[in-house]
């Protein structure tokens, strides 16, 4: 809903053409495919139904250096919006933002402007720098357990599960 609202306040405005509009990830190349060199700024929902759109942000500032990205997610999670800056995006919102904010950060795009500090662009890539860390701990973690301690915790957490069962319909 969020993003055919947005589709029809921007081609309301006389300075901005709606290009495309996806859902998906995979439907968001199919419909950019070609258009890469001619799109200038994109608004992205973080998460899709199929992924990330961290993975199509890299895609197309790789295709297109000028390429602008404004992500809008749900998440009040500093880490997501740190993911979405480290793969390019100059902004990030929430999506409870009005619609007059976020046709205001995209004039501010068109326009050349910094959204963000470079002191806020240093931490949240430092912030995304340790989350990947720390990601990579605990695979390396799950990797090293045994078959028969993934059967040892599986049953201990069914055990566990079902003792606060009866407690949790109270």
Same mark, same amino acid.
């Given at each position: 809903?969020?993003?055919?609202?947005? #589709? %029809? @306040?921007?081609?309301?405005?006389? !300075?901005?053409?709606?290009? /495309?509009? &996806?859902?998906?990830?995979?439907? +968001?190349?199919?419909?950019?495919?070609?258009?890469?060199?001619?799109?200038?700024?994109?608004?992205?929902?973080?998460?899709?139904?199929?992924?990330?759109?961290?993975?199509?942000?890299?895609?197309?500032?790789?295709?297109?250096?000028?390429?602008? #990205? %404004? @992500?809008?997610?749900?998440?009040? !999670?500093?880490?997501?919006? /740190?993911? &979405?800056?480290?793969?390019?995006? +100059?902004?990030?919102?929430?999506?409870?933002?009005?619609?007059?904010?976020?046709?205001?950060?995209?004039?501010?795009?068109?326009?050349?402007?910094?959204?963000?500090?470079?002191?806020?662009?240093?931490?949240?890539?430092?912030?995304?720098?340790?989350?990947?860390?720390?990601?990579?701990?605990?695979?390396?973690?799950?990797?090293?357990?045994?078959?028969?301690?993934?059967?040892?915790?599986?049953?201990?957490?069914?055990?566990?599960?079902?003792?606060?069962?009866?407690?949790?319909?109270?």
């Amino acid at each position: 809903m969020l993003r055919q609202t947005l #589709a %029809l @306040v921007f081609e309301r405005e006389p !300075e901005f053409e709606v290009y /495309a509009q &996806a859902g998906t990830v995979a439907e +968001a190349r199919e419909t950019l495919n070609g258009l890469e060199n001619r799109v200038d700024i994109g608004i992205f929902d973080l998460s899709l139904p199929d992924g990330e759109s961290t993975e199509l942000i890299g895609e197309l500032r790789e295709s297109n250096p000028d390429f602008r #990205a %404004l @992500v809008l997610t749900a998440s009040f !999670e500093r880490k997501d919006f /740190a993911r &979405a800056v480290e793969a390019g995006a +100059a902004g990030v919102l929430h999506k409870t933002a009005d619609l007059d904010q976020i046709i205001g950060v995209v004039r501010r795009l068109v326009a050349g402007e910094a959204l963000l500090s470079t002191k806020e662009i240093i931490e949240l890539l430092r912030l995304a720098s340790n989350s990947r860390e720390q990601e990579r701990e605990v695979q390396g973690i799950i990797e090293r357990i045994t078959p028969r301690e993934r059967e040892c915790s599986r049953a201990s957490l069914t055990a566990s599960a079902t003792r606060r069962s009866p407690a949790a319909s109270i």
